[in-house]
């Protein structure tokens, strides 16, 4: 790689590249990435069972290329480069040339200036594919910021920095399809780590986009419920419950002044609410287990990083 010429070589850096047939993307990228990156980064392309040039490119350029045998999806791309990458700090990107080079330094800053634990590269409405995915961007955000108590500027954004030793205690939560993101972004949150955002202006990708709106959108919708679940449960379960609660009140008062009776139905629907709400406190210790887990974690990382 040619000598960079703005970054800090501290910490330590690496970049990792999902690529699933991006040959042509990658030989544009790749030369602007070395041009802005500090001599001692690394750059990792995870070659996710490409048809194309994607591995032999990648390798003309210097890259470090992990290769699938078939493709796996973009999240089990994403777990092998953080896998490999020996950097102490993750930059994940598109290899499509969506995302700006001269953009890394800005997440890196924010990640030290700030103390972040993840800095993610929140896309300017202006500058996303469609209107329709603007709209559906713009729900998906407001849902998980529900769903985690904490504003979410951009869930779905591939462009990101994070902490390896944070980022790799997740690994098992996601999945290997396209919603790494929004896995990754709500488990930081509901994890206590904090995340940042910085603006972006998101390029034209090169090739035809492997995202299927309808599809995707839909999986990205129930991921968010699954992690919202599995982090928070009472954010879940208590609205949940307490609709079902308040119909059975209303149902419980129609029926009542006009056949003077409390029905079976009424008692389902407060049974129901009451279950529920028993489900959200077990789900509730249950998650505990998983905060102490990585209390413990943070304890031990911050003893072995104090100074002597």
């Known amino acids: 790689m040619t000598e960079g010429r703005t970054l800090s070589p501290k910490p330590r850096l690496s970049i990792v590249l999902p690529a699933k047939n991006e040959a042509v993307g990658l030989g544009k990228l790749l030369p602007n990435l070395q041009a802005v990156l500090p001599v001692d980064a690394e750059i990792i392309v995870v070659n996710d069972g490409s048809g194309d040039e994607t591995a032999s490119i990648a390798t003309e350029h210097g890259a470090k290329v992990i290769t699938h045998p078939y493709s796996m999806g973009n999240g089990a791309a994403i777990k092998s480069g953080a896998r490999a990458a020996e950097g102490e700090v993750i930059v994940f990107m598109d290899a499509d040339g969506q995302h700006d080079p001269r953009d890394i330094e800005r997440l890196l800053t924010k990640l030290e200036d700030d103390n972040f634990a993840m800095v993610v590269g929140a896309r300017r409405p202006s500058t996303q594919a469609s209107a329709g995915r603007r709209i559906a961007n713009a729900f998906y955000n407001r849902l998980a910021s529900v769903m985690t108590g904490f504003k979410i500027d951009d869930l779905t954004s591939g462009f990101r920095a994070v902490r390896a030793r944070h980022f790799r205690k997740f690994l098992y939560l996601l999945p290997n399809g396209f919603s790494y993101p929004t896995t ?33 959108g839909t999986r990205f919708l129930i991921i968010i419920l699954k992690v919202g679940a599995l982090f928070s449960p009472m954010r879940f379960f208590l609205p949940v419950s307490g609709a079902l609660f308040s119909i059975g009140i209303l149902y419980y008062g129609y029926t009542y002044l006009n056949e003077g009776r409390f029905t079976n139905m009424g008692a389902l629907l407060f049974l129901s609410a009451l279950s529920t709400f028993l489900i959200g406190l077990l789900s509730e210790q249950v998650s505990s287990l998983h905060y102490r887990g990585l209390d413990e974690d943070h304890r031990r990382t911050a003893r072995d990083e104090a100074p002597e």
Request: proline share 6%.
């Open 184 to 216: 990754s972004t709500m488990a930081f949150f509901r994890s206590g780590l904090p995340v940042g955002y910085i603006p972006i202006d998101a390029s034209a990708r090169e090739g035809k986009s492997k995202i299927r709106l309808l599809h995707d």
